[in-house]
């Protein structure tokens, strides 16, 4: 059964700290996304990381992948409280040879940042 | 342009009861995708479409039906609403002609109650 695994599920922090969100998946895939979404609202993209060892930065964001490890990391450098809300990482499960892109989400990390 | 938008935002069934969600995108996007979410649970894919008169299942299809008549329409049915169906659920298209860039746009989500 495939699955993809966030840990933490809640992570309390305060501002100016660093701090990292784990994915792990169980099957092969070399396409991964990181989603954010505010409360009562939809999903917003903030990377798509597209092969082993794809690093993207978006501001106080880091996001990373591994495919060999099955591992994505999201990175939280000097965190603010407008980072606060639920992310979600996402595999692409669809078929390579196509262009669709099914994706298997994680349950997602409430992220509350403290002032 | 409005991206993706969703009717209703809100709806209460009674168990037995059908409607239809609708998911229309303004992108002339090929693929379109319906979602449920659940607490603790992610987004689960229900069904998606490749492109104007195709649907697949995703993950958790039982209970629904889908139509794709036009490329910027997605419609998602329930033919006798269950309690278990009461979600959030979200609609999401996408491009996916160059992979390299593509994720998924979402809607503002659909919050259904069935009583």
């Known amino acids: 059964e495939l699955k993809v695994e966030q840990n933490p599920l809640f992570l309390s922090m305060q501002e100016g700290k660093n701090y990292t969100i784990y994915c792990n998946y169980s099957?092969?895939?070399?396409?991964l996304y990181w989603y954010r979404q505010d409360p009562g609202k939809s999903l917003e993209s903030l990377f798509v990381?597209?092969?082993?060892?794809a690093v993207k930065q978006e501001g106080r964001l880091m996001a990373s992948l591994d495919t060999k490890a099955r591992l994505s990391t999201l990175h939280i450098t000097a965190a603010v409280h407008d980072l606060s809300a639920t992310y979600f990482c996402?595999?692409?499960?669809?078929?390579?040879?196509?262009?669709?892109?099914?994706?298997?989400f994680g349950t997602g990390t409430l992220l509350a940042v403290q002032p | 342009n409005a991206g993706v938008t969703q009717t209703p935002k809100f709806r209460v069934l009674k168990t037995g009861q059908s409607m239809t969600l609708l998911c229309a995108q303004d992108?002339?996007?090929?693929?379109m995708y319906w979602y449920r979410q659940d607490p603790g649970m992610g987004l689960r894919l229900i069904h998606y479409?490749?492109?104007?008169?195709?649907?697949a299942k995703g993950e958790v299809p039982d209970g629904y039906n889908v139509s794709r008549l036009k490329k910027q329409n997605f419609l998602l049915g329930l033919e006798s609403a269950a309690p278990s169906q009461t979600s959030v659920y979200f609609c999401?298209?996408?491009?996916?002609?160059?992979?390299?860039?593509?994720?998924?746009?979402f809607g503002p989500g659909t919050r259904l109650t069935v009583l």
């Open positions: 479409s490749v492109g104007e008169g195709t649907t």
């Open positions: 099957t092969t895939s070399d396409r």
């Open positions: 996402a595999v692409d499960v669809g078929d390579y040879g196509g262009a669709t892109n099914k994706l298997i």
């Open positions: 990381l597209l092969s082993n060892g």
């Open positions: 999401a298209s996408s491009y996916s002609r160059d992979r390299s860039t593509d994720t998924q746009y």
């Open positions: 992108m002339n996007h090929e693929y």
